[in-house]
């Protein structure tokens, strides 16, 4: 699948301050499957949701430059994820027929007021939320022996009986109920180290 | 081993030094052993390790979501593997859904229909191959996906897509023989046809003759023209919804799933994203306003077309190798121009035909 190197590359020239730079890269790897599962929720193929991720990704990328030479007060993080949610707003509400054809461009994505919209607003969350998750689900996978990490998969992820993943792996219910405990309590902190490193 | 044996008795303290990995490995296996016996320090465990509210949080946000997760960036921190595709698990779950059949060549039924095969997975659901057994011949069965089947707004969808194709009857846009959409998987039973898609087709052979390219884009242009006499906007017009048959030169539309009544004002308030949005390069980002984001309509999705030709032109006359961009420019009036100039050498007729 497509991944951004376009972003990386032409639009991070126009971000000065180096810890700006980090912050953007983290925001564009946390924002860029948020807004394609918002996407994929309502209806869009891959391709397309690709597509507008990369979309929305774009318009906030090009609104930095000036940003950083206006508003240097405000975090850049928070900026970001403001910027993000209008702009994730306006393209998912976005509705075809109320424009003139060829009128609007990338930057009213951001110019644009959304209306309030608190159902989107919790589906950002949403979505923002099992990001952390996935997140930190690979990075303590990335740790641990693969059995381990089945035994939490099959228990907690598959929803199914710790009988079963006894049999299926081979191993003692006891083994199962401490792996899977073990596993919950470092996916849980990474979690918050996470969300304290985004906020 | 006697898992009956009582190794330690029930410690709680332990477990903070269990969780934390502080415990020896003698230690850790007593631990075990115990919990293979002792209900109550498997669930004291259980809550020490996160609250009720976590463990239910990562279960749903953990679980999978029937759609592939975008590729996660390799060179990132956690340096982990991209998520496995979801399609095999799909499909999967679609053929366990079938009832049992007699037929040992077969994988199973579905409704009057002997499944023989799978044809292929999509974003809405898997394509099977079947046998119309009261008819005896061969049909293709597109089965919308069991994550969606839950789901209103996607029935609705696979309803819309029915209705729309069935509205059509045209020898280039894909016939409906039968839809069902009230057992718990939806489906859509259309002919059977031998054949690859024009992306296949594309990826395989690379550049097609100009020949081909004329036939292969006045039969997309015909089966659009017909869609359109009848109200209806495919809006997802791409090489991969354009099946070439074998054997005979005849070119099909499929999938219409995102097709829209020009006059239907439902789609457009249930905020669903009518259209593939475009796609930017690096050089567009920096000239925002040659952006238009346009409204689907008739003439986008002609300009769609003419951008599945396009990468059906021999590199020498294409304007641009990447495809995706080049669909992109061949939408916007500015670079029809551009490709209307970099396929100079074809026929004006046809150069015309693709771009106006």
């Known amino acids: ?199 | 081993m006697n898992l009956n044996v009582r190794t330690i008795s029930c410690d709680p303290d332990r477990f903070e030094s269990f969780l934390s990995g502080e415990l020896s490995d003698t230690e850790e296996r007593e631990l075990t052993l115990h919990l293979n016996t002792c209900e109550h320090c498997r669930r004291t465990l259980e809550q020490q390790a996160a609250e009720p509210g976590a463990w239910q949080e990562a279960e749903n946000l953990l679980k999978p979501l029937g759609f592939d997760s975008p590729a996660i960036d390799e060179n990132s921190d956690s340096g982990l593997l991209k998520y496995p595709t979801r399609q095999p698990l799909q499909i999967q779950s679609v053929l366990d859904a079938l009832r049992p059949t007699d037929d040992p060549e077969m994988l199973g039924r579905l409704g009057g229909y002997e499944v023989s095969g799978v044809v292929g997975a999509g974003g809405m659901g898997v394509v099977l191959k079947a046998v119309d057994k009261s008819l005896d011949r061969t049909v293709a069965i597109k089965v919308m996906a069991p994550h969606l089947a839950s789901s209103g707004a996607a029935r609705k969808r696979f309803a819309r897509e029915a209705k729309a194709a069935a509205a059509v009857l045209h020898p280039n846009v894909i016939a409906i023989h039968s839809v069902s959409n009230d057992e718990s998987l939806p489906y859509l039973v259309m002919p059977y046809m031998r054949g690859t898609s024009l992306q296949k087709r594309l990826d395989r052979e690379g550049p097609l003759s100009l020949l081909e390219i004329l036939r292969i884009g006045s039969q997309i242009a015909a089966g659009l023209a017909a869609a359109h006499a009848q109200g209806l906007v495919h809006r997802d017009i791409k090489p991969a919804n354009i099946l070439l048959e074998d054997g005979v030169e005849r070119v099909t539309i499929t999938d219409f799933g995102l097709a829209r009544a020009v006059d239907d004002a439902t789609i457009t308030h249930s905020g669903v994203i009518a259209g593939t949005p475009q796609y930017m390069s690096p050089e567009q980002a920096r000239l925002p306003n040659r952006l238009a984001v346009k409204p689907w309509n008739s003439a986008a999705t002609c300009s769609a077309s003419a951008a599945c030709c396009t990468p059906s032109v021999p590199a020498a006359h294409r304007f641009e190798q990447n495809r995706r961009t080049a669909s992109c420019d061949a939408s916007s009036t500015k670079s029809r121009l551009a490709f209307a100039n970099s396929i100079r050498i074809s026929p004006n007729g046809f150069a015309g035909s693709l771009t106006g």
């Open chain 1, 1 to 199: 699948m497509t991944e951004f190197p376009e972003t990386r590359e032409s639009l991070l020239l126009q971000i000065k301050s180096p810890a700006n730079r980090e912050a953007w890269d983290q925001f564009a790897l946390i924002y860029q499957p948020v807004i394609y599962r918002l996407a994929r929720h309502r209806g869009l193929q891959d391709a397309d949701a690709q597509d507008l991720a990369q979309q929305v990704l774009m318009a906030v990328a090009s609104a930095i430059g000036s940003w950083e030479k206006t508003n240097e007060s405000v975090r850049f993080r928070h900026w970001l994820r403001r910027v993000a949610r209008n702009a994730i707003i306006n393209v998912l509400s976005r509705r075809p027929r109320d424009r003139g054809a060829g009128g609007s461009s990338v930057q009213e994505l951001l110019m644009e007021q959304p209306l309030p919209d608190s159902e989107s607003d919790a589906q950002i969350e949403l979505e923002y939320r099992r990001e952390i998750y996935l997140r930190a689900a690979r990075i303590v996978r990335g740790d641990i022996e693969p059995d381990t990490w089945r035994a939490f998969e099959i228990t907690v992820i598959e929803n199914r009986s710790i009988d079963e993943a006894a049999v299926e792996l081979n191993k003692l219910i006891g083994t199962i109920y401490a792996a899977r405990s073990r596993i919950m309590r470092r996916l849980r902190e990474t979690v918050q180290e996470l969300e304290k490193a985004e906020s």
